[in-house]
């Protein structure tokens, strides 16, 4: 099964928590990220479902959880024959096959070095441009890839849909809570920029929540 995906360079990006006050640089290397969020017409072929709140096919697939997006991945590496990257054990614990070439959720580093695509503040453009949001999507997703895109060709990395990275959030209250980034149609203009991080149960879905593929390139 065909994706449209593009490489994105290595390079370094520095990820904020509001929360904690704290600011790491973390180094990227370069990766394959898919250019338009998964859609619900993607998401149905590959598991036969429809979950999202809103249908259409050229809609952002929506109402999945980490999980969902976790068991995705592996069925798209399946279908494509190529080596799933996680591993699903008992009682619901999965860990990463670093050397799979499977498709695989981006990391959150990677997923806002991928939206920056080398630009350094809030927004990789003018927000009415790039993003749906609630000052003009209507209150309901829009159809992928009708905003324009960064520099790196990445469409909907702002609104639209909150996007899943693999990534816990490493806070002490919730250990096992998973990162979400991007912001989403029904939220308002602060909240869709390059450095907003939410973080959600792994078992919640969400009618503003969907994910993008990734890929790792082979290391030389």
């Known amino acids: 099964m065909e994706v449209g995906l593009v490489t994105i360079p290595a ?4 990820v904020t928590d509001r929360v904690t006050r704290t600011r790491r640089p973390v180094a990227v290397r370069s990766f394959e990220l898919a250019t338009l969020p998964t859609t619900q017409e993607s998401y149905a072929r590959v598991t036969g479902l429809w979950p999202s709140a809103t249908h259409g096919g050229r809609l952002p697939v929506e109402t999945v959880s980490w999980w969902d997006a976790v068991r995705y991945c592996n069925a798209l590496s399946d279908l494509a024959g190529l080596t799933p990257v996680y591993r699903i054990g008992a009682w619901d614990t999965v860990a990463r096959d670093h050397a799979a070439n499977g498709f695989r959720l981006p990391t959150e580093a990677e997923w806002e070095h991928a939206c920056r695509a080398g630009t350094g503040g809030p927004h990789y453009g003018p927000l009415d441009e790039v993003a749906w949001y609630r000052g003009n999507s209507g209150e309901r997703p829009r159809a992928v890839g ?3 895109p960064n520099d790196w060709g990445l469409h909907d990395m702002l609104g639209n849909v909150w996007e ?8 002490a209250d919730h250990p096992d809570y998973r990162v979400l980034r991007g912001g989403g149609w029904c939220d308002e203009h602060w909240s869709c920029r390059a450095s907003v991080r939410r973080r959600s149960h792994p078992t919640l879905r969400l009618d503003d929540v969907g994910f993008r593929v990734a890929r790792s390139r082979p290391t030389v």
């Open 164 to 171: 899943w990275c693999f990534d816990t959030d490493g806070g």
């Open 11 to 14: 390079g370094r990006v520095a």
């Open 146 to 148: 009708g905003r324009r």
